[in-house]
């Protein structure tokens, strides 16, 4: 049980080009998902927290207008980078709990590339 | 300001061999402490974890000390074998205020046969 997954895997994108990345909790419905970012070698950085059906929570320095995030249903949510710069490139994770649930459950990650 | 700090940054362990990281937190509020591992290219998986109302907790070969008082938590791998090599993360958070994980720096551990 607890099964989260994200899509794609990888991508590779032109500048000035924007990504969706897909976040699934594939076996329980998540009241709460988290996006975070992962630069190699180091630890995840929490960019935003979103509820079902609510507006993301960003935490700061992140910028919502570039990294907008749905949450549109108990099982999805979307992370998408608009106008992508090359220093945008990075490992992308989710995460996903319920309401009843103390710990999150973890994607497998998106890596992004943007040329 | 890192509120979860985690020693050591990297850990060399022989097979069979024990493998300690450690982890403290200042904010004594947090009361749900888990550990993940995550290996190269994937997303973190969920080992074990702790409240602080247990000072030890244990799952097959994996350990958890938890020391209220210090407000220290370490993870102990028994008998270390060279699948286990990773990157080890601890966290702390405080589960009825969104329960926002807070994460250590991360600990990469190698097991040589």
């Known amino acids: 049980g607890a099964v989260v997954s994200q899509h794609p895997s990888w991508v590779i994108c032109k500048s000035g080009t924007s990504v969706k990345i897909e976040c699934r909790s594939l076996d329980f419905q998540a009241t709460t998902m988290f996006w975070y970012r992962q630069f190699p070698k180091q630890s995840l950085m929490l960019m935003a927290t979103?509820?079902?059906?609510?507006?993301?929570?960003?935490e700061q320095g992140v910028e919502k207008d570039k990294f907008l995030i749905n949450h549109a249903s108990l099982t999805l949510s979307t992370l998408t980078v608009t106008s992508a710069h090359p220093e945008d490139s990075s490992f992308y994770i989710c995460?996903?709990?319920?309401?009843?649930?103390?710990?999150?459950?973890f994607g497998p990650g998106t890596r992004l590339l943007v040329l | 300001q890192q509120q979860v700090k985690q020693s050591p940054q990297s850990l060399i362990v022989q097979k069979g061999g024990i493998s300690i990281i450690n982890c403290a937190y200042e904010n004594t509020a947090f009361d749900y402490f888990p550990w993940y591992q995550q290996f190269p290219g994937k997303g973190p998986a969920l080992l074990i974890a702790i409240r602080p109302d247990v000072s030890e907790k244990k799952e097959g070969r994996f350990t958890i000390s938890f020391n209220k008082s210090a407000k220290q938590f370490s993870l102990h791998i028994m008998d270390s074998q060279p699948g286990d090599s990773a990157t080890y993360f601890c966290?702390?958070?405080?589960?009825?205020?969104?329960?926002?994980?807070?994460f250590g720096t991360g600990t990469s551990l190698t097991v040589i046969p």
């Open positions: 979103s509820n079902e059906g609510s507006k993301a929570t960003y």
């Open positions: 966290a702390a958070s405080i589960t009825n205020t969104g329960n926002q994980f807070y």
């Open positions: 995460s996903a709990r319920t309401s009843h649930q103390e710990t999150q459950y």
